[in-house]
């Protein structure tokens, strides 16, 4: 599943490229879409008291993208930790194809209330990740 | 009181000016600034039960500004309605005085709850417009 | 023609409504969406040696939006100056209609070079308000 | 040198933290501001040709950061290669120095017309790391 993203006027900064602090956004767009995808929409995840914060970004910029281009994001696990999700992230141009940002995100599931972590929820596994290694 | 803002690079689009919705960011901050100087600090006006909507918002943009400039937006009450604060806000440019951008918000004083209109606060009225005549 | 805007979770404030300043974006990206509809696409007008600037916005803010909701903005012309278009622009919440945000803006066009102002293009009154009354 | 940035309302999202994508915002001011200190001010060292991109960044959120707190940022040079610096960049809570966000960004140097790589300035590298070892 992929989140189509049109670049917008204002994405973009005085290079005329889209500013590399949108594309953290676009991830963050792109997961809501994905965990939506697999059934847990609305307020992320609250259905199941559970929320998720980030972690960790890694960001590789290999192609500034261009007002008048529309990229597309797909996020997949790599692994799940105890309390932890490991994704591999890819932005790509629509048009070609070609990756203009790549990388990963480390998302650590919480408790809604207290926002201490809590263990990934299975129901979560077996959406997101079904043939993923558990550690 | 002045809210002293510094272009900043994501600040701009690809015409290399503040995008015009950066300039309601500007504003929304010089308020928090003004109620803040004025006594009312924290997550706004919590203390007292009391919480800000904007309900207009209207932005005359005189001249563009550019990266590198910095703007000065001050604020001031226009008149008081019964749960309303009709304000001029003016955003200048630092080095020459111009003005940038001019205008009007109305913001409305809510319940910290209910988010209803409540009527302004006299100690609000005290504090932010003295002067003002009530209606 | 709408612009179909679905609200994402960078987009709203502690609140939990979309930071009203937002909405100039959403604002700005319904009318490229409305030129790119008309005809016009690219970099804003670029094939007709034309830009445009937005002079003025006046905004309503009537009903906060939320998260997991979707919003549709329309533009439609009110009237053409010699250099300038002044619009109504409503964004309604998808599925109720309900106005969320409903006001105007004033764009000015410009000479894509020199950024001074210059009379409306014939093809794009023709385009974007046919039915509407010159001054 | 730090850059001192208040957090403002629409920094912050609706868990009532700064949301992710405004670090990378943070963390391109504390880059200019740092810059400009060592002498290269302006449109991003237009004066000597050249300009910068970021070509990957690496952030660990550590704790939240919200509203009414101040952060600031800091950044110095861990490597230069020939056309890229590698910097180590810390945001941390003014109020008790906590470490917010730390990490790591890339930076090339391109031609400010090609935007092609060029190597890194001998004048930026001995304002920036001057007790740097080259590769």
Chains 1, 2, 3, 4 share one sequence.
Request: proline share 4%.
């Amino acid at each position: 599943m992929a989140t189509t993203q049109k670049i917008r006027y204002s994405d973009c900064d005085p290079q005329g490229i889209v500013f590399n602090g949108n594309y953290a956004r676009y991830w963050d767009d792109a997961l809501t879409d994905w965990v939506e995808e697999a059934g847990f929409g609305g307020e992320a995840l609250g259905g199941i008291g559970t929320d998720v914060v980030t972690a960790r970004l890694e960001m590789d910029f290999k192609e500034p993208a261009r007002l008048g281009e529309t990229l597309e994001t797909t996020i997949e696990v790599e692994r799940f930790g105890n309390t932890s999700m490991t994704t591999r992230i890819e932005t790509r141009r629509s048009s070609d194809g070609a990756t203009v940002v790549s990388g990963k995100a480390i998302y650590v599931f919480v408790h809604a209330d207290s926002f201490r972590p809590s263990p990934v929820p299975e129901e979560i596994r077996d959406a997101l990740g079904p043939a993923v290694d558990r550690d």
